[in-house]
């Protein structure tokens, strides 16, 4: 039997997928895995029986990993469940940054009241709500993993000029782009040649601050910046100097903070982006699916921390499920702790550290794997 603690409200949708043999509780002191969406758990110690956290979403910055990775936990998120969802979103921010959309709401509910006089006050008053057309515009997309594309396609299909840049992609994402869409070398030219410009990328030290004061100034002026990723990638006393002075035109952004609520050509949601039913439940399925097929067949799918690894059962055999330093010689020793007949055997390193699964025919003695030096963690699946 399996206890897996739900830290946040997780959709029935998912959990009803684990299936006989699992027990969800919200409170629960020493679980063999974790469901969480935004509870910070940087605090929190983590139980002996801990073998996994699910993220139901795309970021973990919530979440301990290197802790994790330290102590053999494997931590999964769940890329590209709420693209859709965020898709939609950015679209919809890229009209509201055009148009002066809200605005021009906000400023029709002031004229209630009037009664007849309604029609022409709003003929009158409407041309200080004109903005521009999305189409021949150029969007520079940021970031092309599976929000990243879906934003460019469909601004593709827009009749928007879309230029990207990942240095990170995958030939599978890069199949998915539109073949119309311009891959540029750097950031800094995206970043420079386009009229609106929209970020889909982590948060890391690297990303902090992408868009500053010296990267404004080499952009478009009236560019129009958006920011539904993560707060921090655009500094924001940055940004609010430059909407003062013109050099940007809006910023639009899914999170809030202090500094920027309020302030002028400014449109700041509450972070929305995956606030869909559709994308709870994606999302949900995704992470239970990855939690089900990790504890009972030891196979590691969308892991933030371990190596991506999937081995089939050897019929008749146990299996060894190693977690490790990834040092010289450990695969070696570890093959000798086991005394019965491995007959299959998979193993990938991820930074410092390696997973492996051997499927042994016989013994198969925890112990005495566990005691050898680097290995982290041992578990065997019967």
């Not at 970043?191 to 004061?213: F, G, N, R």
Request: charged share 25%; hydrophobic share 40%.
């Amino acid at each position: 039997m399996y206890n897996v603690l739900k830290l946040n409200k997780i959709a029935s949708v998912g959990t009803d997928r684990l299936g006989d043999g699992y027990v969800c509780h919200d409170e629960c002191e020493n679980p063999d895995a974790i469901l969480v969406r935004s509870a910070a758990m940087h605090d929190m110690e983590f139980g002996s029986n801990l073998l996994a956290i699910a993220r139901a979403g795309a970021g973990t910055n919530n979440i301990p990993k290197d802790k994790c990775t330290e102590q053999g936990i494997v931590v999964f998120n769940t890329p590209g469940a709420n693209a859709n969802a965020v898709k939609e979103l950015v679209l919809a921010g890229l009209l509201l940054s055009s148009r002066k959309i809200v605005e021009g709401v906000e400023w029709a509910k002031t004229l209630k009241g009037n009664g007849e006089a309604v029609g022409k006050m709003v003929e009158k008053g409407k041309s200080r709500f004109v903005g521009p057309e999305l189409k021949g515009k150029t969007l520079g997309v940021i970031g092309l993993g599976a929000i990243g594309i879906k934003v460019a396609n469909a601004a593709d299909l827009l009749g928007m000029k879309v230029i990207g840049y990942d240095p990170f992609m995958s030939v599978a994402n890069a199949l998915k782009l539109d073949p119309t869409i311009k891959l540029m070398k750097t950031k800094e030219e995206v970043m420079t040649s386009c009229d609106y410009l929209t970020i889909h990328v982590p948060l890391t030290a690297e990303t902090k601050d992408m868009v500053d004061a010296e990267m404004i100034a080499k952009m478009k002026d009236g560019v129009r910046i958006l920011n539904y990723s993560r707060d921090g990638l655009v500094n924001s006393t940055a940004v609010l100097e430059a909407l003062k002075s013109g050099k940007v035109a809006k910023y639009v952004t899914d999170f809030g903070t202090d500094d920027i609520l309020g302030e002028e050509n400014v449109i700041c949601m509450p972070h929305l982006g995956a606030s869909t039913p559709e994308s709870e439940d994606n999302c949900a399925i995704m992470a239970c699916d990855q939690i089900k097929e990790y504890l009972e067949d030891g196979n590691i799918v969308n892991s933030v921390n371990y190596p991506a690894i999937s081995l089939p059962r050897t019929e008749g055999t146990k299996r060894v499920c190693v977690m490790h330093k990834n040092i010289p010689e450990l695969l070696k020793a570890a093959l000798n702790a086991i005394s019965g007949n491995v007959e299959n055997m998979l193993s990938k390193s991820r930074g410092d550290y390696a997973y492996t699964i051997f499927d042994v025919a016989g013994d198969a003695d925890a112990e005495k794997i566990a005691a050898v030096n680097g290995v982290v963690r041992v578990r065997v699946i019967d």
